[in-house]
């Protein structure tokens, strides 16, 4: 139980186009998804945190209109990279949170995106 | 503000040999505290975690890491390595853990297993 799927798992695309990347729960219901970001050989650093039907809450340094996010669902969330550029290239990895889980249930993680932009 | 620091970047072991990856943290009040494993093509994945309680937390696949207040550590172990342990791993931790809390992650260490 309690699994995470990330779509795609890999993308590549031009300089200046959007991509979305799909976190879902497939098993349970998630109030709470995080998206994080994940340089080569580096730790993974939050990004935001995004709540089932508000507005996502972003980190400090994280360009909220760059990095669009929808949680339209209890079992889906999305990250758009808009006007993507080769900086933006890095492996994205989402989280969610049990609705059911409660004060001491852990992040349930997906495999992870790897984009590439030309 | 609170940081994760895990010092080795990279550790190899022989397998059967033990392991302990060592993880710092700085936080004022006692955090929550957490160790994943991350493998190629998968996500990551909880081997455990301390909250409250008794200090030597026990894991999966073996695993187990102590808390230690005084040193603000909280380092993994394993008795005995075996080889599909190789991974990268990560300590994090929380300062509030509800809805699954605010991680922030250490470096990583990635483990290397000699046959």
């Known amino acids: 139980g309690a699994v995470v799927s990330q779509h795609p798992s890999r993308v590549i695309c031009k300089s200046g186009t959007s991509v979305k990347i799909e976190c879902r729960s497939l098993?349970?219901?998630?109030?709470?998804m995080f998206w994080y970001r994940q340089f080569p050989k580096q730790s993974l650093m939050l990004m935001a945190t995004?709540?089932?039907?508000?507005?996502?809450?972003?980190e400090q340094g994280v360009e909220k209109d760059k990095f669009l996010i929808n949680h339209a669902s209890l079992t889906l969330s999305t990250l758009t990279v808009t006007s993507a550029h080769p900086e933006d290239s890095s492996f994205y990895i989402c989280s969610a949170a049990r609705t059911s889980g409660g004060i001491g249930d852990t992040q349930y993680f997906g495999p992870g995106t790897r984009l590439t932009v030309l | 503000a609170q940081s994760v620091t895990q010092p080795d970047i990279h550790i190899t072991v022989s397998e059967g040999a033990s392991l302990e990856l060592r993880c710092n943290y700085s936080?004022?009040?006692?955090?929550?505290l957490f160790w994943y494993v991350q493998s190629p093509g998968q996500g990551l994945q909880l081997l455990l975690k301390?909250?409250?309680?008794?200090?030597l937390v026990q894991g999966i696949k073996g695993f187990e890491a102590e808390f230690k207040r005084s040193q603000s550590s909280f380092n993994l172990r394993k008795p005995s390595v075996h080889w599909s342990d190789a991974a990268e791993y990560f300590c994090a931790v929380a300062t509030f853990y509800n809805q699954g809390g605010k991680l922030i992650f250490g470096q990583g260490t990635e483990l290397s297993v000699k046959p």
């Open positions: 995004s709540n089932e039907g508000s507005k996502a809450t972003y």
């Open positions: 098993d349970f219901q998630a109030t709470t």
């Open positions: 301390y909250f409250s309680g008794d200090t």
């Open positions: 936080y004022g009040a006692t955090p929550y």
